[in-house]
């Protein structure tokens, strides 16, 4: 697990995410040294390689399930006002239900099932980095 492995994985979306992404893991590699600290850990670079990993993972589904949630309560809001439930902008649709919102809930119901195969959504949503480099730590 490393920042390479993490552009890897993430080769295939949109340049824009990925380099948000990207941007978000760069800065905890920088903050790593600092982190470790208040770990109490010894940092060392496979150590700080699984920590950017799935703090860019972090910064991934945190993307996605804002995105969703943004997009589906304004929907909620528009349905319950009877107002014009369908939103345009351009030639997309970000009507709820039409493409983009459907794309969203799928690839969240899939980023979701894979965290959760492999035992990491909890690491990615409700662990602090300090408790994370420490569990990291932990299983070696």
């Given at each position: 697990?490393?920042l390479?492995?993490?552009?890897?994985t993430i080769?295939d979306?949109p340049?824009?995410l990925?380099e948000q992404?990207?941007?978000?893991a760069?800065?905890?590699?920088?903050?790593?040294?600092e982190?470790?600290?208040?770990a109490?850990?010894k940092?060392t670079r496979?150590?700080?390689?699984?920590?950017v990993?799935?703090a860019g993972?972090?910064?991934?589904?945190?993307?996605?399930?804002?995105n969703?949630?943004?997009?589906?309560?304004a929907?909620?809001?528009l349905?319950?006002?009877?107002?014009?439930?369908?939103v345009?902008i351009?030639?997309?649709d970000?009507t709820?239900?039409?493409?983009?919102?459907?794309?969203?809930?799928?690839?969240r119901?899939?980023?979701?099932e894979?965290?959760?195969?492999?035992?990491?959504?909890?690491?990615?949503?409700?662990?602090?980095?300090?408790?994370?480099?420490?569990m990291?730590?932990?299983?070696?």
């Open positions: 697990m490393s390479r492995l993490l552009t890897d080769e979306l340049y824009a990925s992404v990207l941007s978000y760069r800065s905890l590699e920088s903050a790593a040294p982190i470790f600290k208040d109490g850990v940092r496979v150590l700080t390689d699984k920590l990993f799935y993972l972090r910064k991934l589904v945190s993307i996605i399930d804002s969703y949630w943004i997009m589906d309560n929907g909620a809001i349905e319950r006002q009877n107002l014009q439930s369908e345009r351009g030639g997309a970000f709820r239900g039409g493409a983009y919102h459907q794309s969203l809930i799928e690839l119901k899939e980023l979701f894979l965290l959760n195969e492999h035992n990491a959504l909890f690491l990615l949503r409700r662990v602090p980095y300090v408790e994370l480099v420490q990291l730590a932990d299983e070696r």
